[in-house]
C-alpha cells in the first residue's frame, strides 16, 4: 500500500504534509485536535541532518507547551554508511534524538511510531522505538540486520543462525517476531480513521505508566523472550 493512501486512511481530517530529504512534517485533526506528524519515508537513510531536523521538531512541539500528541512515521534503512555518520550518528546525533523523545514523553505528550515500510537497526532505535507505542503495517520489515549481515558480525555460522531463526524470535527479522518480543505493540492489519486517535486517547488516561518499560514482561508474556527476566532478575540479586 502506497504511503499516500495509508495516510489519508489513518488521518481522514484535513491531513497536510510535505516531504523533504525522506523526511515527512505534517499534521491532521483528530478527537484529540490537532496532532503533529514527524518521520522519515522512502527507506530513508537515517544521517546526522536527518537526526537534527527531527530532534528539532520535537523540540519545537514541546517548546510550544501545549502537550500536542505526535505521530512518529517510520520508514528507515537504518543509519547512513559514511564514514561521517559512522562516527557521528549512533552515539552523536542518534542519541541526542532519542534524548528529545524522551524528553517528549516525560513532558506527558501523547505519541506513537507507525512503522510503514522499514524499520532497520539504529534509524528505528533512535526516535520510533522510543515512543509510548509502535504500531506497524502488515507489510512492514522490521529488523536490526539480516541473518548474513549477523553472521559476520557474531561469527555465528549462517546456517546456525537460519536454523535459530525458525525457533527464537531474537534471531529472525520480521514484524510478527518483533510483536513477539514486545517492541511492537500491534500489527494494523485493516486500517480506519479511528486507530491513530484511539491509540492517543487512550494514552492520555494512564500516560504515566509509558515512563516504565514493561516491553520484555510482554515479550514473555507473547513467549518472544522467555529467558530475558529470568536473567535479569539474576543480575540484580547477584
Not at 491531513?15 to 484529540?32: F, V
Not at 512503522?115 to 536490526?144: D, I, P, T, W
Request: with cysteine; charged share 20%.
Amino acid at each position: 500500500m502506497q504511503m499516500k493512501t495509508i495516510l489519508e486512511a489513518l488521518f481522514p481530517n484535513e491531513l497536510e504534509y510535505h516531504i523533504d530529504n525522506s523526511m515527512i512534517r505534517g499534521s491532521a485533526d483528530t478527537k484529540l485536535g490537532k496532532v503533529e506528524i514527524i518521520g522519515t519515508v522512502d527507506s530513508a537513510a537515517m544521517n546526522q541532518l536527518i537526526a537534527m531536523t527531527l530532534a528539532n521538531e520535537i523540540l519545537d512541539v514541546i517548546a510550544k507547551g501545549q502537550k500536542t500528541p505526535i505521530v512518529f512515521i517510520v520508514d528507515t534503512m537504518g543509519q547512513d554508511s559514511s564514514r561521517a555518520d559512522e562516527l557521528l550518528c549512533l552515539n552523536r546525533t542518534f542519541a541526542h534524538l532519542a534524548s528529545c523523545v524522551d524528553l517528549l514523553r516525560r513532558s506527558a505528550h501523547p505519541n506513537i511510531a507507525i512503522v510503514l515500510g522499514e524499520a532497520v537497526s539504529g534509524g528505528f532505535l533512535s526516535y520510533g522505538l522510543m515512543a509510548n507505542q509502535v504500531f506497524a503495517m502488515q507489510s512492514s520489515q522490521v529488523k536490526v540486520m539480516d541473518l548474513n549481515a549477523m553472521s559476520r558480525v557474531t561469527k555465528i555460522p549462517l546456517d546456525k543462525l537460519k536454523s535459530l531463526s525458525q525457533t527464537s524470535a531474537i534471531f529472525a527479522p520480521g514484524v510478527e517476531n518483533y510483536y513477539a518480543m514486545g517492541a511492537v505493540d500491534d500489527i494494523w492489519k485493516e486500517l480506519d480513521g479511528h486507530l491513530v486517535e484511539n491509540a492517543l486517547e487512550s494514552q492520555l488516561i494512564h500516560i504515566d505508566d509509558f515512563l516504565t518499560d514493561d516491553r520484555r514482561q510482554v515479550a514473555e508474556e507473547r513467549k518472544g523472550r522467555l529467558l530475558c527476566n529470568e536473567i535479569v532478575q539474576s543480575v540484580l540479586t547477584a
